[in-house]
């Protein structure tokens, strides 16, 4: 009760209204040893007992239309997932619906009907790895052992940031380069089907572009980057048959990951809205193009609602650092 009221005071209704946008990747069946942060079922269930108990869930763009006429509920909130995992189906909808919680899918379309995203790779191959040492000297690091879960862990965390940046080619030449060099057999049931898509449609769930490729923006230039973007909305719009209004940049920090040029791309586009990884909660001045998400990673209610709190006074900060 507490928490519900300082939540009540941090977001009002009205044109004071804040909005927090979560954003999720996977809901696991079960603890991943590789990655004991990442959420699964009991995890995920707990966490929107929570959300379904404190705010007032919204699909997100009745949230941003509502956000722009100054006329949110109090403790707004709506709830993303990013990327296209077969899992948001299969494990997270069902919670979703018990909840009677409603949230929006940004789907990577070139990962559809068996692919799969570069750092998944780059995991499948660590995890099934049939050696105890990778060579990766040429990503500039040291021979990593992989004998233990701890090894593989303390790998992939030095393989992901060393590959993520890389150009489009580059970094496929180095996902290539690990996978041969593990000699892993690699799943093909990551991600969702097309027709797994249209079914997160048919349950009430909302789907937004996210690029064919998942590139980071950053490295391409203008004219690929709005052929990701709107080649990936296209493509939802034939496979469902209706207009997609919401964009996510992929990995999503400002700077880092995308600036103000795909910002520009997103409106010519004609999204409605595009949402960020930049931490706080948007407000009726926020960028509609670079509307902030954040998720907590505390395990008691307690923490994780001071957190959502903290995050709801922090300064939605748009393009060169100012607040919006």
């Given at each position: 009760?507490?928490?519900?009221?300082?939540?009540?005071?941090?977001?009002?209704?009205?044109?004071?209204?804040?909005?927090?946008?979560?954003?999720?990747?996977?809901?696991?069946?079960?603890?991943?040893?590789?990655?004991?942060?990442?959420?699964?079922?009991?995890?995920?269930?707990?966490?929107?007992?929570?959300?379904?108990?404190?705010?007032?869930?919204?699909?997100?763009?009745?949230?941003?239309?509502?956000?722009?006429?100054?006329?949110?509920?109090?403790?707004?909130?709506?709830?993303?997932?990013?990327?296209?995992?077969?899992d948001n189906l299969l494990h997270a909808v069902p919670i979703l619906r018990r909840y009677r919680l409603q949230a929006s899918f940004f789907i990577a379309t070139g990962f559809l009907d068996g692919g799969r995203m570069w750092n998944d790779t780059i995991i499948e191959s660590v995890r099934g790895a049939a050696h105890s040492i990778l060579d990766a000297r040429l990503l500039g690091?040291?021979?990593?052992?992989?004998?233990?879960?701890?090894?593989?862990?303390?790998?992939?965390?030095?393989?992901?940031?060393?590959?993520?940046?890389?150009?489009?080619?580059?970094?496929?030449?180095?996902?290539?380069?690990?996978?041969?060099?593990?000699?892993?057999?690699?799943?093909?049931?990551?991600?969702?089907?097309?027709?797994?898509?249209?079914?997160?449609?048919?349950?009430?769930?909302?789907?937004?572009?996210?690029?064919?490729?998942?590139?980071?923006?950053?490295?391409?230039?203008?004219?690929?980057?709005?052929?990701?973007?709107?080649?990936?909305?296209?493509?939802?719009?034939?496979?469902?048959?209706?207009?997609?209004?919401?964009?996510?940049?992929?990995?999503?920090?400002?700077?880092?990951?995308?600036?103000?040029?795909?910002?520009?791309?997103?409106?010519?586009?004609?999204?409605?809205?595009?949402?960020?990884?930049?931490?706080?909660?948007?407000?009726?001045?926020?960028?509609?193009?670079?509307?902030?998400?954040?998720?907590?990673?505390?395990?008691?209610?307690?923490?994780?609602?001071?957190?959502?709190?903290?995050?709801?006074?922090?300064?939605?900060?748009?393009?060169?650092?100012?607040?919006?």
């Amino acid at each position: 009760m507490l928490l519900k009221t300082a939540f009540n005071l941090a977001s009002p209704s009205g044109p004071r209204g804040r909005l927090s946008i979560l954003i999720f990747h996977r809901v696991l069946p079960r603890p991943d040893p590789l990655f004991p942060g990442e959420v699964d079922i009991t995890r995920f269930d707990e966490l929107m007992q929570w959300v379904a108990d404190w705010f007032n869930v919204l699909p997100l763009s009745e949230a941003v239309d509502r956000l722009g006429r100054g006329d949110l509920p109090p403790r707004a909130a709506a709830i993303t997932f990013d990327d296209g995992y077969a899992d948001n189906l299969l494990h997270a909808v069902p919670i979703l619906r018990r909840y009677r919680l409603q949230a929006s899918f940004f789907i990577a379309t070139g990962f559809l009907d068996g692919g799969r995203m570069w750092n998944d790779t780059i995991i499948e191959s660590v995890r099934g790895a049939a050696h105890s040492i990778l060579d990766a000297r040429l990503l500039g690091l040291d021979e990593l052992p992989l004998g233990t879960v701890e090894e593989k862990r303390a790998a992939l965390g030095k393989l992901i940031p060393a590959i993520k940046h890389k150009p489009a080619e580059q970094r496929a030449d180095a996902v290539a380069q690990v996978a041969a060099a593990c000699g892993a057999v690699l799943p093909d049931d990551l991600m969702l089907t097309s027709g797994q898509v249209r079914d997160l449609r048919d349950q009430g769930m909302s789907i937004g572009a996210h690029t064919v490729t998942h590139p980071i923006l950053a490295t391409l230039d203008d004219t690929t980057a709005t052929r990701e973007m709107a080649d990936s909305r296209d493509f939802l719009q034939g496979l469902l048959g209706e207009r997609i209004g919401l964009f996510a940049y992929p990995n999503g920090k400002l700077g880092a990951d995308y600036g103000a040029a795909h910002v520009r791309i997103a409106r010519t586009l004609g999204f409605d809205a595009a949402v960020s990884t930049n931490p706080g909660a948007c407000t009726r001045t926020s960028d509609p193009y670079q509307l902030p998400r954040f998720s907590p990673w505390d395990r008691s209610a307690w923490r994780y609602g001071l957190r959502m709190l903290a995050n709801l006074r922090r300064p939605d900060v748009a393009l060169g650092g100012e607040a919006a």
